[in-house]
């Protein structure tokens, strides 16, 4: 169960900025609705689905452009491959 | 049910301080669950409180923002080949049924002995379970630092060895965080108090991660690891089961989710910078130095029971603002640690790498 992380060559810019604007954007969108989002979500009962799909959907968005955040700031898991055992 | 509606309809308005403290609470919280796999919710569910968010809207929201935290942090460390996705499922279904008995349990006791009776309830849990578990991680840590053996593997303890030692026909499971085939029956208890321990206190992990290593023989890395795809489970389930009751508020769990995910990440890289053993150090610190923080909240749960001599409504105020400051105190410092360490490891390494290019240009 060796571990096989270590560095990436290329660092991706490209991917943060695009995941970043996503993010921005999801976030801009939730906070802007506040009166129809909280209208909605405490309806309950069929509507639970509502605030899981919206958790999965950030956790996507935003945990990629946070990975791509630390990576293109340099802070990226040890080089070093560990035994992880 | 009318009391559920009432207290969802009051969902608190969110402006820049609001949204500023709840994302650094999010961060903090999320770079400790990163390495130790739980932890920040202690603090997540007080925060909101002292914004005006209703106690269950709190414990809702807070559910709803762990398993997408949970999830990623689980993703981020399996690629460190830390998680074992197997272990982490069975013991999250039992623990799914843990978090539905402790509710079951916490609503009895709120309505035999009311808020008072709940919250002494669950500050008593706090000290008990701390005292024993976080006194035994942190001497165990402390006995690992003493010996000098902080680079060796880790030692399987007795209690592991037996239980995987035994062999009941029909049960058998292999383990890839274990290297050994155990009873899935042990698994049950374990995931059951870890589901029990979340819905009291919220953080299961501080149950979960100790008996992975203690009494399953799990390495503190991939135990910790494991913890993050039970919240995720545990947090699922709890998630969807408060959203059938219009309770979470998606703003405020979207909103700690930005600062989470955040810490999260940088959590998980920082396990990869330390010696196993720091895992034990940050559980065991965090866990003793919360049991004071509860601590403190006894005489004031007792005083509202009546079960001691009433309390001044100063000492009251002085015991909870202090009481929430240390552990606030308490996930600051594992934080630090946590930073501390991964500055040291990085430190060490890029010395390391630099030390390897001067030989090879000699």
Redesign the interface.
């Known amino acids: 169960?060796?571990?096989?992380?270590g560095r990436s060559r290329k660092k991706p810019v490209g991917k943060l900025i695009v995941m970043g604007i996503i993010s921005i954007a999801l976030?801009v969108i939730?906070?802007s609705n506040?009166g129809v989002?909280?209208d909605y979500?405490?309806?309950?009962?069929l509507?639970?689905?509502?605030?899981?799909a919206?958790?999965?959907i950030?956790?996507i968005v935003?945990?990629s452009?946070?990975?791509n955040?630390?990576t293109v700031l340099g802070?990226?898991?040890?080089?070093?491959k560990?035994e992880?055992? | 049910m009318h009391d559920i509606?009432r207290e969802?309809?009051n969902?608190i308005n969110?402006d820049a301080m609001n949204?500023t403290y709840l994302f650094i609470v999010g961060f903090v919280g999320g770079l400790v669950s990163g390495f130790i796999g739980s932890g920040g919710a202690f603090v997540l569910t007080p925060a909101m409180m002292s914004l005006g968010v209703p106690g269950l809207v709190a414990v809702a929201s807070n559910m709803?923002?762990k398993?997408?935290?949970a999830?990623?942090g689980a993703?981020?460390r399996a690629?460190?080949?830390?998680v074992d996705v197997k272990l982490g499922i069975i013991l999250g279904i039992s623990a799914e049924a843990g978090v539905l008995y402790g509710a079951h349990i916490q609503e009895s006791i709120k309505k035999s002995f009311g808020d008072a009776g709940s919250n002494l309830y669950v500050s008593v849990a706090f000290v008990i379970i701390l005292a024993v578990v976080g006194g035994f991680v942190l001497r165990d840590a402390w006995k690992t630092y003493r010996s000098g053996t902080t680079h060796g593997?880790e030692k399987v303890t007795k209690l592991a060895r037996w239980v995987q030692s035994i062999n009941i026909p029909g049960t058998m499971v292999y383990f890839?965080s274990l290297?050994a085939r155990i009873s899935v029956l042990f698994t049950i208890p374990l995931g059951f108090a870890t589901g029990m321990l979340a819905a009291t206190i919220a953080v299961g992990g501080f149950v979960g991660v100790p008996s992975m290593i203690y009494v399953l023989g799990a390495?503190s890395?991939?135990a910790s690891a494991t913890e993050l795809v039970i919240a995720f489970v545990m947090g699922?389930g709890g998630?969807?089961k408060y959203?059938?009751?219009?309770?979470?508020?998606?703003?405020l769990?979207?909103i700690i989710?930005?600062g989470s995910?955040?810490g999260i990440?940088?959590g998980a890289?920082g396990t990869?910078?330390v010696k196993p053993f720091m895992i034990k150090v940050v559980m065991g610190i965090i866990m003793v130095i919360v049991l004071f923080s509860r601590g403190l909240m006894v005489p004031v749960y007792l005083s509202q029971l009546g079960l001691i001599q009433t309390l001044g409504d100063t000492t009251v105020k002085i015991l909870k603002n202090t009481s929430f400051a240390i552990m606030a105190l308490a996930l600051i410092l594992g934080a630090s640690i946590v930073l501390g360490a991964m500055w040291k490891?990085?430190r060490a390494?890029r010395e390391a790498?630099r030390e390897v290019l001067e030989h090879g240009k000699i």
């Open positions: 169960m060796a571990g096989t992380y976030y939730l906070l506040q989002v909280n979500f405490s309806r309950g009962g509507v639970a689905f509502l605030p899981i919206v958790a999965f950030f956790s935003h945990g452009f946070t990975a955040f630390w802070i990226e898991a040890a080089k070093r560990k992880v055992k | 509606v969802a309809a969902f969110l949204i709803c923002h398993f997408p935290k999830l990623v993703l981020k690629k460190y080949g830390q593997e890839k290297n390495p890395l991939m699922l998630s969807f959203a059938m009751h219009g309770l979470v508020d998606i703003r769990a979207m989710l930005a995910l955040f990440q940088l890289i990869t910078y490891g990085h390494e790498a």
